[in-house]
């Protein structure tokens, strides 16, 4: 069972809405987007909107379809959905989730980030007759409803990571394209339903096979039935990969509509992107595919480094497979208030690694001084990401930053701000950092 979310550590309590006194008007600070929110923190002028600082969650936000704020972000009104996501974008709807709703072991439906590309189509009123296409370089053209996978296949349930490609974008200076997302692009969610491996085989691939490309029922913004959304697809051994799924459940719920529903691929690891939603066919091909999405600077990063906002060559650009390395704090919220004495903060937070596993992860109260590695647990599952809990000591009342950064599998270590800059913003995993207020 998921451990109980709590947005504040023992003793301690958002000042969100007391923050003005406390820092004034001056205090959101615009490294605040991808460090934690409405705090001025020790390094400032790195290009990130005010406007989509990340602070916990008021008790009660406006709702979505007011303007937003001239400070501050603009906090999501959906049906199902936690009122505390940050709305990034409307048309198409995307928003993310504050790291402090990134508490729980299992991410609830509720508090999971939302990503869209085109249209949210209807409700399927049928889940069971939705048809699923598997067809181009495969002996056997499959076509497949989501009952026929219920029954004919064994289903599985894995605990998975699930992160947009653009997630950590706004740390990115001068900005990149896109939404802003700070570190809320991602969630763990419990996943049931079959390895799509399953249905690869069945349909017999050709030796000429070698890449997917995904297709959904998503219309286009435009309104264009011959427009695809987005159509991304991975290479054929990452479709092979028995963690690659098609799923029809969600945290032992059926998928809902807004993240899918009632069938998506998850392909862990890799940019969000490619775990298409609302999937209606997937193509073998014979070479890379080039559909909406796949080209140019789509989900690419450069393979030299280019100059931060100079021109970029697109023979210079390789496809984003692996997620970089990235860990949150998620306990207490960033800008949480102790008691005046509290010598002890009990921290908690969460840590994943793209295709790789997390090694470490250290904190500092320092600026990055000098480090205490705290207590990393092991993943349920491959894909699963790493929770993590640290006890710090006080020195004193006053004013502190906590950092976190963490080190995968391979020795890579997250940096202290976003580098290795591309127009479109991807691979931004700086370390993550709150500030607290004692006394």
Same mark, same amino acid.
């Given at each position: 069972m998921a451990r109980e979310?709590?947005?504040?550590?023992?003793?301690?309590?958002?000042?969100? #809405?007391?923050?003005?006194?406390?820092?004034?008007?001056?205090?959101?600070a615009a490294i605040g987007a991808v460090i934690g929110g409405a705090m001025p923190f020790s390094r400032n002028d790195s290009g990130i909107p005010k406007a989509h600082a990340q602070t916990a969650p008021p008790a009660a936000p406006p709702s979505a379809a007011a303007p937003a704020p001239a400070k501050g972000p603009q906090y999501l009104k959906f049906p199902g959905k936690h009122e505390g996501l940050v709305v990034l974008g409307e048309k198409p709807l995307v928003a993310e989730t504050p790291e402090s709703l990134l508490d729980d072991d299992t991410t609830p439906i509720e508090k999971f980030y939302i990503r869209n590309n085109g249209q949210i189509p209807e409700e399927a009123k049928d889940p069971d007759s939705w048809k699923i296409t598997i067809d181009g370089e495969v002996n056997n053209r499959l076509e497949i409803t989501v009952g026929e996978l219920k029954s004919k296949y064994k289903a599985v349930t894995r605990r998975m990571v699930l992160e947009c490609g653009g997630n950590g974008r706004a740390g990115f200076s001068p900005p990149a394209r896109g939404n802003q997302w700070t570190n809320g692009g991602a969630g763990c969610a419990e996943w049931t339903g079959i390895p799509l491996a399953d249905l690869l085989k069945k349909a017999g691939l050709k030796p000429s096979a070698k890449y997917t490309a995904h297709y959904a029922a998503d219309l286009h913004l435009s309104g264009d039935a011959n427009k695809p959304s987005i159509s991304r697809g991975v290479r054929l051994e990452k479709a092979m990969d028995p963690n690659t799924m098609i799923v029809w459940g969600m945290n032992s719920q059926p998928l809902p509509n807004i993240h899918g529903g009632p069938v998506r691929l998850i392909v862990p690891g890799w940019a969000g992107s490619a775990s298409q939603k609302w999937l209606t066919r997937i193509t073998i091909r014979d070479?890379?595919?080039?559909?909406?999405?796949? #080209?140019e600077f789509s989900y690419r990063t450069a393979i030299k480094p280019m100059v931060p906002g100079g021109k970029a060559d697109p023979a210079n650009f390789r496809i984003l497979e692996s997620m970089p390395v990235r860990s949150i704090i998620t306990n207490p919220a960033n800008g949480a208030k102790f008691a005046a004495g509290t010598k002890e903060l009990k921290l908690r937070g969460a840590s994943w690694a793209g295709d790789l596993t997390v090694k470490q992860v250290d904190i500092s109260t320092d600026f990055g001084a000098s480090w205490q590695r705290a207590t990393l647990e092991k993943p349920k599952n491959k894909y699963d990401w790493q929770r993590w /809990?640290? /006890?710090?000591?006080?020195?004193?009342?006053?004013?502190?930053?906590?950092?976190?950064?963490? /080190?995968?599998?391979?020795?890579?270590?997250?940096p202290h701000q976003s580098g290795f800059w591309n127009p479109q913003g991807y691979g931004g995993n700086a370390m993550h950092r709150i500030a607290v207020l004692v006394g």
């Open positions: 979310s709590r947005r504040d550590a023992p003793n301690g309590n958002n000042f969100d #809405t007391n923050r003005r006194r406390f820092l004034g008007s001056s205090g959101l070479r890379e595919h080039d559909g909406p999405g796949m #080209t /809990t640290a /006890t710090l000591k006080l020195p004193s009342d006053g004013y502190f930053e906590i950092w976190a950064r963490a /080190t995968d599998s391979k020795g890579a270590m997250q």
